[in-house]
């Protein structure tokens, strides 16, 4: 599967989740952005751009949000209308999500996270952790999938904990998971905006990748034409592969509830 952490001169090749007269879902790759933005003016290829040429120059339009260092799960409708269609479904809160995300500490075994974000304006670097309207409500259900602990003092602690966890948010504002997870203090390894910059080397360093530990696993809704029920998945990749096979996991039962294809 093609990554995108520098973007090569060949145009990555996007894996095929799901193709119909009215709907794409593709993996995308962390370090990808979905559509081109003011901050990106140096990034040669996009989401967009390189599925609507794997289908042969047809438009595609956004349903939902992945950030660029997200990896999974990427929507598009084929048309305005169906885009229209699946956008109201995620308002109305008909389409149900769940992420994988890697973070700092041991979260209780499961919880949720309730906590009003209010907008960011990404694109004023100036700006970029100041917020531009009036808080909204934003709810995050998360379970602990597994835990691991490593004897290395990054902190005022002898040895450093981590935790995988599954997220299923019941809203979608800008950076639910991530600004949830920095608010219950467990944020996700690999967020330079939010997480901690040592834990972060130090993971890199380790597996040999930086990157942003978040990817979306799957999403279940109502098919636009038709409203037949649809689940789509796309499995983590050979870097999430490689840090579930660290030595050390101890797995809670939830891991063995569709999040995870094994653990081990």
């Known amino acids: 599967m093609a990554t995108c952490a520098k973007c090569p001169d060949v145009p990555p090749l996007l894996q095929l989740l799901h193709l119909d007269p009215w709907l794409v879902a593709v993996y995308k790759p962390a370090g990808l952005l979905v559509h081109r933005t003011p901050l990106a003016r140096r990034d040669e290829y996009f989401a967009l ?13 956004p349903v939902h949000r992945l950030d660029r260092g997200t990896s999974g799960l990427l929507l598009l409708a084929r048309d305005p209308d169906t885009a229209r ?87 979608g504002r800008q950076h639910q998971i991530r600004r949830h997870l920095k608010h219950i203090s467990h944020p996700i390894i690999g967020d330079a905006t939010y997480g901690k910059g040592l834990h972060n080397r130090w993971w890199a360093e380790q597996l040999g990748l930086q990157r942003l530990w978040l990817h979306a696993l799957e999403m279940r809704l109502q098919h636009p034409q038709g409203g037949q029920p649809l689940t789509l998945r796309a499995e983590p990749g050979i870097d999430w592969q490689q840090l579930q096979a660290q030595p050390g996991w101890a797995w809670d039962a939830p891991a063995q509830d569709g999040w995870l294809p094994s653990v081990g």
């Not at 009036?134 to 005022?156: F, K, M």
Request: glycine letters at 10%; aromatic letters at 8%; zero cysteines.
């Open 49 to 61: 751009q390189l599925v609507r040429d794997q289908l042969g120059g047809a438009h595609v339009y």
């Open 85 to 171: 269609r699946v956008g109201l479904q995620f308002e109305s809160h008909g389409v149900a999500k769940r992420y994988l995300a890697f973070v700092r500490g041991w979260t209780a075994a499961a919880g949720s996270v309730d906590h009003a974000l209010s907008r960011i304006d990404e694109d004023r670097p100036d700006t970029s952790r100041g917020v531009s309207q009036e808080p909204q409500s934003a709810l995050t259900h998360y379970q602990r999938l597994g835990r691991i602990e490593r004897p290395v003092a990054l902190g005022p602690h002898p040895s450093s904990r981590y935790a995988l966890l599954g997220l299923s948010p019941e809203t």
